[in-house]
């Protein structure tokens, strides 16, 4: 099972995300980048994160996508 | 709002896509984004093919041939129906209406009620309550419906958010009366204040298309497009999708006194492969019982997904079975709409190519 930072860096490799809080809005992530990201974090942890849920905010950080993991059943 | 029909049934389905072809593969350098990236939505979303017009073909070109196909094969007689609906987003012209141009073309009777209607994703729905209405009629005894839209003509080709999902076609659907004791029930829904969410800013008489309209911008998302093109706030309607379609069609259930477990198929707008199978999810489906197969060979026609994705996921089955089916359309206006309804045994239920 691969972790979160890794699955962001395999979406954009060109950014660090260890050296942001807020992902949406330093541009490292736009709408499509989050589908994607939705798309490989149910597979990876066999959930499926609820569409309503599928918003920026739960999107700007390791600990607001944590969140949304725990909240969609992941275990971590 | 709730509807209720009794006897009445959809007696034929067909659907015209334009034979040409474009590949999403082909079309990625035309986008401000790595391979990589765009390889990965196209595993997400399903991009792939889509069918898109030659340039100068219109709305009525594409119903014209299918009408013609249907004629000329004794599947539908030019007499035999009282009136002609036609929902589209891409009429040929502001005036006159596009319905009448279709009458005009095929030489129909003129003791035929014809009408526009403007709507998009939603459309399908939108335009079988209007048929059921009108069969209320006395005087009506058949309704023709058309949907058609050919909005790639209004896409950016360099906008990564509507261009290689967009497709153009047209469906044409018979409605009539039923002998039987069918019953259909139906809900709609309008939201005009997020009506800017998906939209074609300029070429209306609010902003009229000039040179200036016409020149390509970033909209902040790398993607390019002007303001005559479409413009849609893709993470707004993929959330309003979300939000509300689990919940309409759960009260249409409860309106028609229906369990999930009887509906056979949902047939649900095509926006996109991703979309569909959030909402398969949120509302426990398997995905087979939501068919997601359509926008990726066809692409996203407006209206047309529904019929578009019955007709090829059901054939000629379609025409010696009967299922339960529960459809839902979504999209600019904002509107959103379901209906759930007994379909089979119809007279033909095909996809023919426009060339």
């Known amino acids: ?76 | 709002m709730n509807f209720m029909f009794r006897r009445k049934r959809i007696s034929g389905l067909l659907a015209v896509v334009p034979a040409r072809e474009l590949s999403f593969m082909q079309e990625m350098k035309n986008f401000n984004f790595s391979e990589a990236r765009s390889l990965k939505l196209k595993e997400v979303m399903g991009y792939d093919k889509h069918r898109v017009v030659e340039p100068g073909v219109c709305v009525s070109d594409l119903a014209v041939a299918g009408l013609e196909h249907l004629f000329k094969n004794d599947l539908l007689r030019p007499d035999e129906f009282d009136a002609l609906i036609l929902i589209t987003q891409s009429p040929d012209y502001f005036m006159p209406p596009t319905s009448n141009v279709i009458q005009g073309r095929l030489n129909l009777k003129s003791d035929l009620l014809c009408l526009d209607i403007n709507q998009g994703c939603a459309g399908f729905v939108i335009g079988l309550i209007q048929a059921f209405l009108m069969l209320e009629q006395e005087s009506i005894r058949k309704v023709v419906v058309i949907n058609a839209d050919v909005l790639s003509r209004k896409t950016s080709p360099k906008d990564r958010n509507t261009y290689p999902l967009i497709g153009d076609g047209a469906s044409i659907t018979v409605v009539e009366r039923d002998s039987g004791d069918s019953v259909i029930h139906a809900n709609l829904k309008m939201d005009g204040t997020r009506s800017n969410v998906l939209m074609i800013p300029a070429g209306g008489f609010r902003l009229p298309s000039s040179p200036a309209t016409a020149v390509l911008e970033d909209g902040g998302d790398n993607n390019l497009r002007a303001k005559d093109h479409l413009h849609m706030e893709g993470p707004t309607v993929f959330n309003f999708v979300q939000a509300e379609v689990p919940r309409m069609i759960d009260d249409l259930l409860k309106y028609a006194g229906a369990t999930m477990d009887e509906v056979d198929y949902f047939f649900c707008h095509q926006p996109n492969r991703f979309m569909l199978q959030k909402l398969a999810d949120k509302m426990q489906l398997p995905y087979p019982k939501m068919p997601s197969n359509v926008v990726e060979q066809f692409g996203n026609s407006s209206g047309v997904t529904i019929p578009i994705t019955i007709t090829s996921n059901l054939r000629d089955r379609l025409m010696h079975e009967q299922f339960r089916v529960c459809m839902a359309g979504y999209g600019v206006g904002l509107t959103w709409s379901s209906m759930l309804l007994d379909l089979g045994k119809v007279k033909f239920n095909t996809i023919i190519e426009y060339k």
Request: proline share 3%.
């Open chain 1, 1 to 76: 099972m691969k972790t979160v930072a890794e699955i962001l860096k395999e979406i954009r490799p060109e950014f660090d995300f260890a050296a942001s809080k807020d992902y949406i809005a330093n541009g490292m992530l736009d709408s499509f980048d989050v589908m994607t990201l939705v798309s490989t974090l149910d597979k990876n942890f066999d959930i499926s994160i609820q569409g309503v849920d599928i918003v920026p905010e739960n999107f700007r950080n390791l600990e607001t996508i944590g969140a949304l993991l725990r909240k969609s059943g992941a275990k971590l």
